[in-house]
T-cell receptor, first 112, second 112 residues
Framework: SQQGEEDPQALSIQEGENATMNCSYK?????LQWYRQNSGRGLVHLIL?????REKHSGRLRVTLDTSKKSSSLLITASRAADTASYFC????????????FGKGTHLIIQP | KAGVTQTPRYLIKTRGQQVTLSCSPI?????VSWYQQTPGQGLQFLFE???????NKGNFPGRFSGRQFSNSRSEMNVSTLELGDSALYLC???????????FGPGTRLTVT
């Protein structure tokens, strides 16, 4: 497994604005996942993007993947107070037997 | 469908003692992974079990061990506890052919 590094470490925006966070990793991947962690719901899977995909959408979430730059971004549109959480990326080499390794995450605060 | 459950939720132990944490995966999930989360190191992968066999292991000392039973329930054991073992221990399960992991609420271990 390899670790992703999220950037920025912290982000504070107004409700309704868009939030963008980035993830960088070091070696080839099969897929990359994004997870969210807050005190209410624990750690929850948001979205998975495969190495042969460049962009993926899920509701207000948009994920991009650039394998040539070994980076991914997560965009949350029209943010809500409930989006306040820490967001983690988890790059995976695949192969069936790999544990996820997370970075320190991006702590997102949505100001009312 | 019931989610991943972990017991106990909170635990206080003394240095030198040992501890066993339990995880019940989502029904039908045969893969169970364990993670340690601390403010300093973030979320780190401990090990993964599939069909009672350890498939992958993170970079933790041998004091950390685990096992999985035939019903896919898993236990994690930490022997000779150290202060630095104080952390949130998360268990996650997944379908055999899926990368998406479902996390439990965690066990908060405090070592004094």
């Amino acid at each position: 497994s390899q670790q992703g590094e999220e950037d920025p470490q912290a982000l504070s925006i107004q409700e309704g604005e868009n939030a963008t966070m980035n993830c960088s990793y070091k070696t080839s991947i099969n897929n990359l996942q994004w997870y969210r962690q807050n005190s209410g719901r624990g750690l929850v899977h948001l979205i998975l993007i495969r190495s042969n995909e460049r962009e993926k959408h899920s509701g207000r979430l948009r994920v991009t993947l650039d394998t040539s730059k070994k980076s991914s971004s997560l965009l949350i549109t029209a943010s809500r107070a409930a989006d306040t959480a820490s967001y983690f990326c988890a790059p995976s080499p695949g192969g069936g037997a790999d544990g996820l390794t997370f970075g320190k995450g991006t702590h997102l605060i949505i100001q009312p | 469908k019931a989610g991943v459950t972990q017991t106990p939720r909170y635990l206080i132990k003394t240095r030198g003692q040992q501890v066993t944490l339990s995880c019940s995966p989502i029904s039908g999930h045969r893969s169970v992974s364990w993670y340690q989360q601390t403010p300093g190191q973030g979320l780190q992968f401990l090990f993964e079990y599939f069909s009672e066999t350890q498939r992958n292991k993170g970079n933790f000392p041998g004091r950390f061990s685990g096992r999985q039973f035939s019903n896919s329930r898993s236990e994690m054991n930490v022997s000779t506890l150290e202060l630095g073992d104080s952390a949130l221990y998360l268990c996650a399960s997944r379908w055999t052919d899926s990368y998406e992991q479902y996390f439990g609420p965690g066990t908060r271990l405090t070592v004094t």
